[in-house]
């Protein structure tokens, strides 16, 4: 049997031949050697390979534990309880050479062999995150399909992916989707789910604990790495260097990698240049926060979701969508702080004030002004260089149609009036002409940022009055 370890047989006397093996009841391999000098040489220079060897020796994979052998045990003249090697490591004859130990010897030996993931749980992935419980809206619509390529043909398309967005809009759902698609698919894929926090400690753990080429072969014998919160990274020099290396290395070997932070790479402006620039090397996209549609679906597949679900009249799902508008999880938490209301108290608010009191720190504050429909109107009116009237009478022609469904977005989002009522404020129109005006401007936005400029400027002129 050839086993994956070349040492030259000075090497292999020096610091192999008086190792003892042995193979607890656990299936733990102990490793007892001399002293920690050849604990240390060891875990540094083979590591890895060690760990390999170990799994084709004992049949599987195994926890590996060094025991340095006591002085008492050294001066009485004992030692473990068998020591014999785990495999002969010699070369002879321009040949590697490998023993796997007979069942009946006891293998005697510690550093952590690197698990490789086979379940969600080992991949550092939460099985509630995945595609088909992903409400997808104008803000998330690109985004989403942008993951699905990547879970479909991971390291051959959009590699880096970036995803970056405000807190709790989905950037986390996505990627976790992606490596849950991938690892169900691709049974032999080996897939890590870890924030940059965490990669940070382990590599700092690593050093401290002399054992780094396990850190480096867990991250970077991988098939798909995902990175959340990425921005961590800044002010940590050796950390960015660290992981420059294994960017450079996944890549290099056509493996997926997958990011995401709060801001665009080029907006962190501590993080070293050269992983900005490698960063930006595959596809950047943004999911942006929800519109009021997006975040009723949410609401509605949320309550969906819940066991014994109660019963919720349109009035309150639609209170939430309204004023809960920057953070999806914060739109999840107030509506289960709403079903745990009806749980405990056995109905719902009353009414929208009673809700309100519900809800107090966790939904948005209202304007300290009221915005008018005739404010709105005006403010666009002013900017299209029309009346008024243009955009509340029956013309339809291409830059009035414009201008009203701008009109109708900023009053469905800066006012609370009801869909129908903003119908009748332009000229009697029914809600579904609302709620499409309210879907093409969201996706403009999406599509130009001169729009978007044009959009919240007029927001800000709206505003100041």
């Known amino acids: ?116 993931p086979r379940t969600l749980a080992e991949a550092g992935l939460n099985p509630k995150y995945c595609f088909d419980n992903f409400v997808v809206g104008a803000n998330s619509q690109y985004s989403a399909a942008v993951a699905k390529a990547v879970a479909e043909k991971p390291g051959r398309i959009y590699n880096p992916l970036f995803f970056y967005g405000g807190t709790g809009l989905g950037k986390t759902h996505l990627m976790q989707a992606i490596g849950r698609e991938i690892l169900l698919s691709k049974k032999k894929a080996v897939v890590r789910y870890v924030t940059s926090e965490q990669f940070t400690n382990e590599f700092v753990e690593a050093i401290r604990g002399q054992s780094l080429p396990l850190f480096r072969r867990k991250y ?18 050796s950390t960015q260097e660290e992981f420059f290396h294994t960017f450079n290395e ?31 090397w595959g596809l ?3 999911i942006q926060n929800p519109d009021f549609e997006t975040r009723a679906a949410i609401l509605q597949r949320k309550l969906g979701d819940l066991e014994d679900a109660p019963v919720m009249e349109p009035w309150i799902l639609e209170f939430i969508a309204q004023r809960v508008r920057q953070n999806v999880r914060k739109l999840e938490g107030a509506l289960s702080r709403v079903a ?20 107090h720190d966790v939904v948005d504050m209202e304007p300290t002004k009221t915005v008018s429909v005739d404010a709105i109107q005006r403010v666009v009116a002013t900017h299209y260089d029309l009346r008024v009237g243009d955009l509340t009478g029956p013309r339809r022609p291409s830059n009035i149609a414009l201008a009203r469904q701008v009109a109708m977005y900023l ?11 903003i119908g009748d404020e332009f000229g009697g129109r029914d809600h579904g002409t609302v709620i499409h005006a309210c879907k093409v401007i969201s996706r403009r936005m999406m599509a130009a940022d001169d729009f978007r400029k044009t959009v919240e400027s007029l927001i800000a002129k709206v505003v100041e009055g």
């Open 1 to 116: 049997m050839l086993l994956p370890i070349k040492i030259g047989p000075e090497n292999f006397e020096r610091w192999f031949s008086n190792v003892g093996v042995e193979l607890t009841d656990h299936g733990k391999v102990i490793l007892t050697v001399p002293n920690p000098i050849h604990h240390l040489w060891i875990e540094s220079n083979y590591a890895a390979p060690l760990s390999e060897v170990v799994e084709v020796a004992a049949g599987g994979p195994r926890q590996i534990e060094f025991h340095v052998q006591s002085s008492t045990a050294a001066a009485n003249g004992k030692t473990p309880a068998v020591v014999l090697p785990l495999v002969d490591m010699s070369v002879r004859g321009g040949r590697q050479i490998g023993r796997a130990p007979a069942a009946s010897e006891v293998i005697s030996a510690t550093v952590d062999p690197v698990r490789i």
């Open 220 to 237: 970077r014998k991988v098939d798909v790495l995902l990175i959340d919160d990425v921005h961590f990274f800044v002010g940590k020099d």
């Open 250 to 280: 996944l890549f290099n070997n056509s493996k997926q990698i997958v990011l995401a932070s709060d801001c665009a790479p080029a907006e962190m402006k501590s993080l070293e240049h050269r992983l900005v620039s490698r960063f930006e």
């Open 284 to 286: 950047t996209t943004q």
């Open 340 to 359: 745990a209301h009806v749980s405990l108290e056995g109905s719902a608010p009353a009414n929208e004030s009673a809700l309100e009191a519900l809800l």
């Open 411 to 421: 009053t469905r989002h800066m006012t609370k009036l009801p869909l129908t009522q």
